[in-house]
């Protein structure tokens, strides 16, 4: 071996080991994500209620700021963080959650109906909003729990469905893959829906203008 390819040897490797342990922080970490925007958007009703004992304006105006901008940040963070889900090998190569990108295309849609609708105002579109977050933490608890914290100590009459919900463990390679394109091209959809909508309204929610009185 020269001294070239013991050289490009090492960097392989130290890029291989790097991306690794970056895949494996965000896996981590995603979950505890997912805990602080389930907490925040299901703790509503609690901050509204700590506004209504403000004698300050000033006061109740920056609370809600403060919740609102926090609530949505960590929503688009945990999108972006979850875009590892949608590399094909990147899920055969680490151990993650089977229906990780499932759960990341749920976040996305939260998102989606936060441009199309106002969900800290609109009864039905708090709702929609809530029901993509259930369905997504389902999605990603699940496989999370009981396979990626699992299938390392799971017993043998559990093994079977623990690896399965395991990316790199899943003995069919089909799955993980085949939902990370399914993942791909829900993803790709509502994005050219946010796209056109951005574009035709400018971004701006479509409420009739009020008459000016004659």
């Known amino acids: 071996m020269s001294v070239q390819d013991l050289t490009n040897a090492i960097i392989t490797g ?28 299901l703790g509503r009703p609690y901050i509204l209620d700590m506004i209504d004992r403000f004698t300050l304006r000033l006061g109740a105006d920056l609370l809600w700021l403060i919740y609102v901008a926090l ?92 690896n399965f919900l395991v990316t790199s463990q899943n003995p069919n390679q089909a799955w993980p893959v085949g939902i990370a394109y399914v993942s791909i091209a829900l993803l790709a959809i509502m994005g050219a829906i946010a796209a056109y909508y951005a574009l035709r309204t400018g971004g701006r929610p479509e409420v009739p203008e009020p008459e000016a009185a004659s």
């Open 14 to 41: 130290i890029n291989a080991g790097g991306e690794q342990l970056l895949e494996g922080t965000l896996a981590a970490v995603l979950p505890v994500m997912w805990l602080a925007i389930l907490g925040l958007h």
């Open 71 to 162: 609530r949505d940040i960590l929503i688009v963070s945990g999108v972006i963080m979850s875009f590892m889900f949608f590399f094909p090998d990147v899920v055969l190569a680490d151990a993650l959650p089977l229906t990780g990108g499932i759960a990341a295309v749920m976040l996305f849609g939260v998102l989606l109906v936060k441009l199309m609708g106002d969900p800290d105002h609109n009864l039905r579109d708090f709702r929609l909003a809530t029901t993509l977050l259930v369905i997504g933490a389902v999605f990603y608890f699940v496989p999370y729990v009981l396979g990626v914290q699992f299938y390392s100590v799971a017993p043998s009459g559990l093994a079977a469905i623990s």
